[in-house]
């Protein structure tokens, strides 16, 4: 978590738990992962999670939480803020297998289903803790939509995805050295310029397949994860609008 990347905003840290909410199953590895990069970018966020994780033995918690074959969180808030901070760290990191952790611990029913109960239970749970702890409580509906994020137009998402696309494309250009799989630098220079033609005509019909190239070409590019990253956002809302 770099210091140059922090600022004091919460709304990058408000809107992550919210496009996440607004997501779908198949996208959450990708929305955990936009949710730590909003914290490491927001100084009081970051700041709060330093202090609680502090000593904090997440391996001894998650024995203790999971011993009785279901997910109880530690009742102490500094701990529950820690421990969620951990799982989403190892969902991230892959060291958690997704896929058998909510149909284990989120098994949900008729009426709720296992994404919904990991969103009530560990996402907002995590962003209600964050925020009391900054003063901010927000046990009044009324409260929280003080600080609820409003849903960008299609308009600003598309011009967010173009100037994206824009951006990836002039650092692979500009890159000396970069770890693509698959493709060349050339090719995957191609699919860019193609994605942008695609944007600027509206031909959705191709941005889940450019989208997955580049995710695809790009996963080892650690300097430029964020970009992708967010071209991945901004490419999966579009898409889920129609």
């Given at each position: ?20 909410s ?56 500094a ?8 799982v ?93 799989i ?40 650690k300097r430029?994860?964020k ?16």
């Open positions: 978590m770099a210091e140059e990347t922090k600022n004091n905003d919460l709304n990058e840290f408000l809107f992550s738990i919210y496009n996440l607004n997501s779908d199953i198949l996208q959450l590895a990708d929305d955990v992962s936009h949710i730590l990069q909003a914290i490491a970018g927001t100084d009081r966020v970051y700041d709060v999670i330093a202090e609680c994780i502090a000593d904090f033995n997440f391996a001894n918690e998650w024995a203790e939480a999971t011993k009785n074959d279901v997910l109880v969180l530690p009742e102490d808030e701990k529950r803020i820690s421990f969620i901070f951990c989403l760290s190892n969902i991230e990191d892959k060291n958690l297998d997704l896929a058998n952790f909510l149909k284990h611990y989120f098994a949900g029913n008729e009426t709720v289903s296992p994404f919904e109960l990991f969103c009530n239970e560990i996402i907002f749970e995590f962003r209600d803790l964050i925020l009391k702890k900054l003063g901010i409580p927000l046990a009044e509906e009324s409260e929280k939509e003080a600080f609820e994020v409003k849903e960008e137009t299609i308009e600003e998402v598309y011009g967010r995805l173009y100037n994206s696309v824009i951006l990836l494309y002039n650092q692979v250009l500009n890159s000396k050295k970069i770890k693509l698959g493709l060349s630098k050339d090719d995957l220079l191609i699919v860019l310029s193609s994605y942008e033609i695609a944007i600027r005509e509206n031909q959705i019909n191709y941005f889940y397949a450019f989208n997955a190239i580049i995710k695809s070409t790009l996963r080892k590019a430029l994860i970009i992708v990253s967010d071209i991945n956002l901004y490419t999966t809302k579009i898409i889920k609008r129609g």
